[in-house]
């Protein structure tokens, strides 16, 4: 492994004129659970790893009194879950957190992190997608945000610049009647890279028996997160009936464009994404009906 | 616990006793291979081929050597170019040559992950730098990998020196190493005459053993040419015997430290790195220390061979077996050497077959040669033969164990490849499950979203005997040390010591035991074969019984009488002449110093065979999702003849971890590979074992059928129990589903394809 | 190239608190808090399995949470208060989960073993009543390969119950 400098950088400022001194030859650590594993595994060399875990704003994570969330982008996964108040206002959120690698890599590893190493599986990115996530990333140049759909380019790229770096992901207020999940299918229990994901949010009439809006995400079948447009627009409107999950299973489907790979082939994932849509709808259904 | 004659009386065989080496292992204090630390050691790192087959057309160092912070660069070259020969491990004969290139490639590299160079360094990460300078050049060659393409007719052959034997016949030209066949009676007659006869071919993935610890060797060779090799292995004097014939070095110049092994399951028999690290070490002048990383243990070392086994079985009407047939190919991997005969031996031992046919094949292809794993050959035989069966019942409309029953091995049984059983405890595992709550509960029915089925397979391991020693001190507070040369990877320091204590009339904590290197210690056969309980143990009896002789003399001294006039009871000496005589051996130890001196005995033994071997009968409970695929394992029981149980804890977690290791192979675990021969998921991640979550508590219950061959009964149990988990959990997915699978992993994504073959009705 | 790797990054000093004594070190910064445990300061208690977060087989507590110490840096052991298996036992004892795995047979090879107890041991501290699928969950990034995990189970379980 080539070696490289380790570098704890106190504030923002510090860290992008590292980033840009540096350019490729540097990156952002956040739990370090994917970048120390690709160093020693030699995808790539570095001359210097920023950690981004003394900086203020990477490590906030602040439900703001309107409703909001936001989440900094090296705030362990540990920390989202074991807030109460996010527990009961973000399920979505917290399905993801809660099984991304085993209690160990939980301790460390970020959402943002998650995000920024961009891959097709990463548990964490489709949640965010469907409550509308807006990622904030911040360069020599100043701040501009993106959705967290548009965020992620390519397996393993994603949007940032040279000398840039994701700062937050904001959530807004969840709608009253809203609700989430996600859902991944491994052969195992635990400690698995999904073989297909999908995350669904909806929001529901007064009623709660009807769709009036719904955002699906698909992880693992294609080569980045997938927004699922098509079953989310095909929602709006759908009464909140397993006919429509299965229906929205169907259309999601079409959008997944899977590889076959030693995890799973073309057909189980198509497959799996309907299964999945399916049962996420369900459960996002039913927090929905809960949260009034 | 099911006991079937009346047992011998014992005071501490069968008990519980805490392990004497826990307290090290609970504290982080056992020092296991990696964990070994000399003054001025060095790190070794070794250079591996990118490809499955090529010739090395130039290998250059020179920019390695040159790197500041490197001790020492090596390639085959620094290797001797040894003859081809037997070389005799105690369970598996290899060949010299072969071995040696393995070890170092010496112009043409076999396998993905095929040592090419090594080199040594002031630090880990140094030396992985310098591999980065060492230049090969290859000549790629087309790879071996499938078994079809090896055993074409015109295959590319990958050892032209390679010598086949086909059923005794040379072979010139071919990757088939071994054709074996074992026949009696006429099956092909007996067929015709059957009432129902089936044939299925079934494909079992290769698989590694999966322990924890990577493989670890240090190495020394000092100036006055003795070599000390430091190692986790399950065979220090196969090491010694390895490194002595790879280096051509004096067997008696090689000292064997076995280090506490963390794991083996027989993928820690052969030698990987330790003649690399002592090669280094003369070159560098320094202790040289390599550590595989987990890739390369995927890669690079032995998992146990995947094939291809057609099996065929008749029944009359009443669903007696008439005859059975397999064919049996093992990919060995690079080298020959896979499991077909204990494969051969295990496939129908569970039946009284009177007419069959057995061919077995060892076919070379470009991945690492395959080692033994866990009742080597077996589990995969077995996945065939079991499965077969359970769809033979579906047929036939019998109960799986009815027609176990009705076609017992039992004592006097002519086992398919030749041997007559002795007594076995087949019947009586099944009767255990018979009788298990388990069996008499009812499973859950299905539902719409939820398929649940139940299945069982039998399975059989013989195990071996073979050489052991073991020495007994006398300390003077009349506690023992004992030392033995087998390394202890999951208990057998205590049950050794037990077998002892037995004799000796001493609580099991007063009997200390240490695994010995290859110089403390007799010579000893490796920890494989279910053999050291077993063997090491009567070897432990022999010793403890010539301590109880020799201080029978030493206390006939002290009482100033016949030898013949002490007798040893319940722990205590005693006078048949002086009844109030008694000497604990406490005692009687405290009082050597006046009887000529210390008292230390050897018992060495070479055990002949296993005594008929230990069969075992497991039931499994699935449950799988309808919608993906995935399976859940609701119950596990898994029954298994001990003969006795030494320390019964250590006997269940035998049977526990073997079927939770059999439940991974027969639900996710495979070798997935290229078509150019690499494994694509050389990780914990991706090669997906069972974790915590995926299994349930797995109920055992502990068959004792006491084996003739063993002073107190004992039986091998280490390996049998990774035999029936497939096929049970195979035969259990059919009960839930409705089709039938013929392939390991039966993961999700094959028992979708299998629904969907159902659904379709193709 | 004229240097090796070592000289070429200069080493950082570290200074934390390592099962419970005030600790300083030296080491290259690239090097894994697992590699500085086990090669810089000694401690091979804690054990590497596969060097990617799989195994757990190098579980240790930083600040009251359970980490691969593969996945760490050793630099960022800054200021940090890190138990490994070492540090598990009361001096002269051992600890409840120590016992358990002893009297339950909760190790065969014994490799997983130090994972394992670091692991449970922070459940334990947090989670006082954690039953079965708790454990197993909790224990999910733990491999062991020899006890199909039924002992380690029932040990947690004892020692849970002795604990209270």
Same mark, same amino acid.
């Given at each position: 492994?080539?070696?490289?400098?380790?570098?704890?950088?106190?504030?923002?400022?510090?860290?992008?004129?590292?980033?840009?001194?540096?350019?490729?030859?540097?990156?952002?650590?956040?739990?370090?659970?994917?970048?120390?594993?690709?160093?020693?595994?030699?995808?790539?060399?570095?001359?210097?790893?920023?950690?981004?875990?003394?900086?203020?704003?990477?490590?906030?994570?602040?439900?703001?009194?309107?409703?909001?969330?936001?989440?900094?982008?090296?705030?362990?996964?540990?920390?989202?879950?074991?807030?109460?108040?996010?527990?009961?206002?973000?399920?979505?959120?917290?399905?993801?957190?809660?099984?991304?690698?085993?209690?160990?890599?939980?301790?460390?590893?970020?959402?943002?992190?998650?995000?920024?190493?961009?891959?097709?599986?990463?548990?964490?990115?489709?949640?965010?997608?469907?409550?509308?996530?807006?990622?904030?990333?911040?360069?020599?140049?100043?701040?501009?945000?993106?959705?967290?759909?548009?965020?992620?380019?390519?397996?393993?790229?994603?949007?940032?610049?040279?000398?840039?770096?994701?700062?937050?992901?904001?959530?807004?207020?969840?709608?009253?009647?809203?609700?989430?999940?996600?859902?991944?299918?491994?052969?195992?229990?635990?400690?698995?890279?999904?073989?297909?994901?999908?995350?669904?949010?909806? =929001?529901?009439?007064?009623?709660?028996?009807?769709?009036?809006?719904?955002?699906?995400?698909?992880?693992?079948?294609?080569?980045?997160?997938?927004?699922?447009?098509?079953?989310?627009?095909?929602?709006?409107?759908?009464?909140?009936?397993?006919? =429509?999950?299965?229906?929205?299973?169907?259309?999601?489907?079409?959008?997944?464009?899977?590889?076959?790979?030693?995890?799973?082939?073309?057909?189980?994932?198509?497959?799996?994404?309907?299964?999945?849509?399916?049962?996420?709808?369900?459960?996002?259904?039913?927090?929905?009906?809960?949260?009034? | 616990?099911?006991?079937?004659?009346?047992?011998?009386?014992?005071?501490?065989?069968?008990?519980?006793? !805490?392990?004497?080496?826990?307290?090290?292992?609970?504290?982080?204090?056992?020092?296991?291979?990696?964990?070994?630390?000399?003054?001025?050691?060095?790190?070794?790192?070794?250079?591996?081929?990118?490809?499955?087959?090529?010739?090395?057309?130039?290998?250059?160092?020179?920019?390695?050597?040159?790197?500041?912070?490197?001790?020492?660069?090596?390639?085959?070259?620094?290797?001797?170019?040894?003859?081809?020969?037997?070389?005799?491990?105690?369970?598996?004969?290899?060949?010299?040559?072969?071995?040696?290139?393995?070890?170092?490639?010496?112009?043409?590299?076999?396998?993905?992950?095929?040592?090419?160079?090594?080199?040594?360094?002031?630090?880990?990460?140094?030396?992985?730098?310098?591999?980065?300078?060492?230049?090969?050049?290859?000549?790629?060659?087309?790879?071996?990998?499938?078994?079809?393409?090896?055993?074409?007719?015109?295959?590319?052959?990958?050892?032209?020196?390679?010598?086949?034997?086909?059923?005794?016949?040379?072979?010139?030209?071919?990757?088939?190493?071994?054709?074996?066949? /074992?026949?009696?009676?006429?099956?092909?007659?007996?067929?015709?005459?059957?009432?129902?006869?089936?044939?299925?071919?079934?494909?079992?993935?290769?698989?590694?053993?999966?322990? !924890?610890?990577?493989?670890?060797?240090?190495?020394?060779?000092?100036?006055?040419?003795?070599?000390?090799?430091?190692?986790?292995?399950?065979?220090?004097?196969?090491?010694?015997?390895?490194?002595?014939?790879?280096?051509?070095?004096?067997?008696?110049?090689?000292?064997?430290?076995?280090?506490?092994?963390?794991?083996?399951?027989?993928?820690?028999?052969?030698?990987?790195?330790?003649?690399?690290?002592?090669?280094?070490?003369?070159?560098?002048?320094?202790?040289?220390?390599?550590?595989?990383?987990?890739?390369?243990?995927?890669?690079?070392?032995?998992?146990?061979?995947?094939?291809?086994?057609?099996?065929?079985?008749?029944?009359?009407?009443?669903?007696?077996?008439?005859?059975?047939?397999?064919?049996?190919?093992?990919?060995?991997?690079?080298?020959?050497?896979?499991?077909?005969?204990?494969?051969?031996?295990?496939?129908?031992?569970?039946?009284?077959?009177?007419?069959?046919?057995?061919?077995?094949?060892?076919?070379?292809?470009?991945?690492?040669?395959?080692?033994?794993?866990?009742?080597?050959?077996?589990?995969?035989?077995?996945?065939?033969?079991?499965?077969?069966?359970?769809?033979?019942?579906?047929?036939?409309?019998?109960?799986?164990?009815?027609?176990?029953?009705?076609?017992?091995?039992?004592?006097?049984?002519?086992?398919?490849?030749?041997?007559?059983?002795?007594?076995?405890?087949?019947?009586?595992?099944?009767?255990?499950?018979?009788?298990?709550?388990?069996?008499?509960?009812?499973?859950?029915?299905?539902?719409?979203?939820?398929?649940?089925?139940?299945?069982?397979?039998?399975?059989?391991?013989?195990?071996?005997?073979?050489?052991?020693?073991?020495?007994?001190?006398?300390?003077?507070?009349?506690?023992?040390?004992?030392?033995?040369?087998?390394?202890?990877?999951?208990?057998?320091?205590?049950?050794?010591?037990?077998?002892?204590?037995?004799?000796?009339?001493?609580?099991?904590?007063?009997?200390?035991?240490?695994?010995?290197?290859?110089?403390?210690?007799?010579?000893?056969?490796?920890?494989?074969?279910?053999?050291?309980?077993?063997?090491?143990?009567?070897?432990?009896?022999?010793?403890?019984?010539?301590?109880?002789?020799?201080?029978?003399?030493?206390?006939?001294?002290?009482?100033?009488?016949?030898?013949?006039?002490?007798?040893?009871?319940?722990?205590?000496?005693?006078?048949?002449?002086?009844?109030?005589?008694?000497?604990?051996?406490?005692?009687?130890?405290?009082?050597?110093?006046?009887?000529?001196?210390?008292?230390?005995?050897?018992?060495?033994?070479?055990?002949?065979?296993?005594?008929?071997?230990?069969?075992?009968?497991?039931?499994?409970?699935?449950?799988?999702?309808?919608?993906?695929?995935?399976?859940?394992?609701?119950?596990?029981?898994?029954?298994?003849?001990?003969?006795?149980?030494?320390?019964?804890?250590?006997?269940?977690?035998?049977?526990?971890?073997?079927?939770?290791?059999?439940?991974?192979?027969?639900?996710?675990?495979?070798?997935?590979?290229?078509?150019?021969?690499?494994?694509?998921? /050389?990780?914990?991640?991706?090669?997906?074992?069972?974790?915590?979550?995926?299994?349930?508590?797995?109920?055992?219950?502990?068959?004792?059928?006491?084996?003739?061959?063993?002073?107190?009964?004992?039986?091998?149990?280490?390996?049998?129990?990774?035999?029936?988990?497939?096929?049970?959990?195979?035969?259990?997915?059919?009960?839930?589903?409705?089709?039938?699978?013929?392939?390991?992993?039966?993961?999700?994504?094959?028992?979708?394809?299998?629904?969907?073959?159902?659904?379709?009705?193709? | 190239?004229?240097?090796?790797?070592?000289?070429?990054?200069?080493?950082?000093?570290?200074?934390?608190?390592?099962?419970?004594?005030?600790?300083?070190?030296?080491?290259?910064?690239?090097?894994?808090?697992?590699?500085?445990?086990?090669?810089?300061?000694?401690?091979?208690?804690?054990?590497?399995?596969?060097?990617?977060?799989?195994?757990?087989?190098?579980?240790?507590?930083?600040?009251?949470?359970?980490?691969?110490?593969?996945?760490?840096?050793?630099?960022?052991?800054?200021?940090?208060?890190?138990?490994?298996?070492?540090?598990?036992?009361?001096?002269?004892?051992?600890?409840?989960?120590?016992?358990?795995?002893?009297?339950?047979?909760?190790?065969?090879?014994?490799?997983?073993?130090?994972?394992?107890?670091?692991?449970?041991?922070?459940?334990?501290?947090?989670?006082?009543?954690?039953?079965?699928?708790?454990?197993?969950?909790?224990?999910?990034?733990?491999?062991?390969?020899?006890?199909?995990?039924?002992?380690?189970?029932?040990?947690?379980?004892?020692?849970?119950?002795?604990?209270?």
């Amino acid at each position: 492994m080539h070696p490289y400098q380790y570098i704890p950088a106190t504030n923002i400022t510090e860290a992008v004129s590292l980033l840009a001194r540096y350019g490729p030859r540097a990156r952002v650590m956040a739990g370090g659970t994917d970048l120390l594993v690709q160093l020693r595994g030699e995808r790539y060399e570095l001359d210097a790893v920023v950690d981004a875990k003394a900086i203020p704003e990477l490590m906030a994570l602040t439900l703001a009194k309107d409703g909001a969330l936001s989440i900094g982008a090296a705030v362990p996964c540990y920390q989202v879950y074991e807030d109460e108040a996010i527990v009961a206002a973000f399920p979505g959120i917290i399905d993801a957190a809660s099984l991304i690698g085993g209690i160990q890599v939980q301790s460390r590893a970020s959402l943002g992190g998650n995000l920024c190493n961009a891959t097709p599986s990463a548990d964490g990115i489709c949640p965010l997608i469907v409550h509308s996530g807006v990622v904030t990333l911040t360069g020599v140049g100043g701040t501009r945000t993106m959705l967290v759909e548009e965020f992620t380019t390519g397996p393993g790229r994603n949007a940032l610049a040279h000398g840039e770096m994701l700062v937050k992901i904001d959530l807004p207020k969840p709608a009253a009647h809203f609700g989430a999940a996600y859902q991944r299918f491994i052969p195992r229990n635990e400690m698995d890279i999904a073989v297909a994901g999908v995350a669904s949010a909806v =929001t529901l009439d007064a009623s709660g028996q009807k769709i009036e809006s719904a955002r699906i995400a698909l992880a693992s079948v294609g080569p980045t997160p997938i927004f699922a447009k098509k079953a989310s627009d095909f929602l709006a409107g759908q009464p909140a009936t397993e006919e =429509t999950y299965a229906k929205a299973g169907e259309v999601a489907s079409t959008e997944a464009t899977p590889i076959s790979d030693m995890r799973g082939t073309i057909e189980q994932r198509h497959h799996l994404v309907g299964v999945l849509t399916r049962r996420t709808l369900a459960q996002a259904v039913q927090r929905a009906r809960g949260n009034s | 616990m099911t006991t079937t004659e009346k047992p011998q009386e014992f005071k501490v065989v069968g008990t519980r006793p !805490i392990r004497h080496d826990g307290i090290d292992k609970v504290l982080g204090r056992a020092v296991y291979g990696s964990d070994v630390r000399l003054a001025g050691m060095i790190y070794g790192a070794v250079l591996r081929s990118p490809y499955a087959h090529a010739k090395i057309t130039k290998i250059d160092t020179s920019k390695a050597e040159a790197m500041p912070g490197v001790f020492a660069v090596m390639s085959g070259k620094d290797m001797p170019l040894v003859a081809s020969g037997a070389l005799d491990l105690g369970e598996t004969v290899d060949d010299t040559a072969f071995t040696s290139d393995r070890v170092m490639a010496h112009d043409k590299v076999v396998f993905k992950g095929h040592p090419v160079a090594a080199v040594a360094a002031i630090d880990q990460n140094t030396g992985l730098e310098a591999l980065k300078l060492i230049e090969v050049e290859y000549e790629v060659l087309k790879p071996v990998i499938s078994l079809e393409d090896a055993m074409a007719p015109g295959a590319v052959v990958i050892h032209e020196g390679l010598i086949g034997d086909d059923l005794g016949e040379k072979v010139n030209n071919t990757n088939i190493a071994v054709h074996n066949r /074992s026949e009696f009676g006429d099956p092909e007659a007996a067929f015709a005459k059957s009432a129902t006869v089936l044939e299925r071919t079934f494909i079992i993935s290769r698989a590694h053993q999966g322990y !924890i610890e990577p493989h670890a060797s240090t190495a020394f060779w000092a100036p006055d040419g003795k070599i000390t090799v430091w190692t986790t292995t399950q065979a220090p004097f196969g090491v010694r015997k390895t490194v002595s014939a790879l280096l051509e070095q004096p067997l008696s110049d090689i000292k064997v430290i076995p280090t506490e092994i963390g794991g083996g399951f027989g993928g820690k028999i052969p030698v990987y790195l330790e003649p690399v690290a002592a090669v280094l070490s003369k070159k560098a002048g320094r202790p040289v220390k390599i550590t595989m990383d987990r890739r390369a243990v995927f890669e690079a070392s032995g998992p146990g061979p995947g094939g291809t086994i057609k099996v065929k079985m008749g029944v009359d009407d009443k669903g007696k077996i008439t005859a059975a047939t397999a064919d049996i190919r093992y990919g060995a991997g690079a080298y020959p050497g896979a499991s077909i005969n204990p494969a051969t031996a295990g496939i129908f031992a569970c039946y009284e077959v009177p007419n069959v046919r057995i061919d077995s094949y060892d076919v070379v292809i470009n991945m690492s040669k395959t080692a033994a794993y866990r009742a080597p050959g077996t589990p995969q035989a077995t996945f065939a033969s079991e499965t077969l069966v359970g769809e033979l019942c579906e047929i036939i409309g019998m109960s799986p164990m009815d027609f176990h029953l009705l076609n017992v091995s039992r004592e006097g049984t002519r086992r398919p490849d030749g041997p007559v059983f002795p007594r076995i405890g087949n019947e009586a595992c099944l009767e255990a499950i018979q009788g298990s709550e388990h069996f008499k509960s009812t499973l859950e029915p299905s539902t719409e979203s939820k398929l649940r089925g139940r299945g069982m397979a039998s399975g059989y391991w013989n195990g071996i005997g073979n050489k052991s020693s073991v020495t007994i001190n006398v300390n003077e507070d009349g506690l023992v040390s004992l030392i033995e040369g087998n390394p202890d990877i999951g208990g057998t320091r205590t049950t050794i010591a037990m077998q002892a204590a037995e004799i000796l009339g001493l609580p099991a904590e007063d009997v200390h035991p240490a695994v010995g290197d290859t110089d403390s210690i007799g010579y000893s056969d490796l920890t494989a074969g279910s053999r050291t309980t077993y063997a090491t143990g009567t070897a432990a009896i022999e010793a403890a019984k010539m301590v109880i002789d020799e201080m029978k003399k030493r206390v006939a001294m002290i009482w100033e009488t016949e030898y013949g006039n002490i007798e040893h009871v319940d722990g205590l000496f005693v006078s048949k002449v002086a009844p109030d005589h008694k000497f604990t051996f406490k005692e009687a130890a405290g009082k050597l110093g006046q009887t000529g001196g210390p008292v230390a005995m050897t018992g060495t033994v070479n055990v002949r065979g296993s005594g008929g071997g230990s069969f075992g009968t497991h039931l499994v409970d699935v449950e799988v999702d309808r919608d993906t695929g995935k399976v859940e394992i609701l119950r596990y029981t898994a029954a298994q003849d001990a003969g006795k149980a030494v320390h019964p804890s250590y006997v269940e977690g035998q049977f526990q971890g073997g079927a939770v290791q059999g439940i991974g192979w027969a639900l996710n675990e495979e070798y997935y590979t290229s078509d150019d021969g690499v494994m694509v998921n /050389s990780t914990f991640l991706d090669y997906r074992m069972p974790t915590s979550l995926d299994v349930p508590m797995i109920e055992t219950i502990i068959v004792e059928v006491a084996n003739t061959n063993h002073p107190f009964g004992v039986r091998g149990i280490g390996e049998t129990s990774i035999v029936p988990p497939a096929p049970a959990v195979a035969n259990a997915l059919a009960n839930a589903i409705g089709v039938r699978l013929y392939q390991t992993p039966m993961n999700p994504g094959r028992i979708l394809e299998a629904l969907a073959t159902k659904k379709t009705g193709k | 190239m004229t240097q090796t790797p070592e000289q070429s990054v200069r080493k950082v000093s570290v200074q934390c608190t390592l099962n419970g004594q005030p600790t300083e070190f030296l080491a290259a910064p690239y090097l894994s808090l697992l590699e500085v445990l086990r090669e810089t300061l000694g401690l091979t208690g804690t054990k590497e399995g596969c060097n990617d977060g799989n195994c757990g087989a190098c579980t240790v507590n930083v600040d009251g949470r359970i980490v691969d110490s593969c996945l760490m840096l050793g630099a960022e052991a800054e200021g940090k208060t890190i138990e490994t298996i070492e540090g598990v036992a009361p001096a002269g004892g051992l600890h409840p989960l120590q016992q358990a795995f002893l009297e339950e047979a909760a190790l065969q090879c014994g490799i997983c073993t130090p994972g394992f107890l670091v692991s449970a041991k922070a459940l334990l501290e947090r989670e006082p009543d954690a039953d079965e699928p708790r454990i197993r969950l909790w224990l999910a990034g733990n491999l062991c390969r020899c006890t199909g995990y039924d002992k380690i189970i029932r040990a947690v379980e004892k020692a849970r119950d002795e604990m209270k």
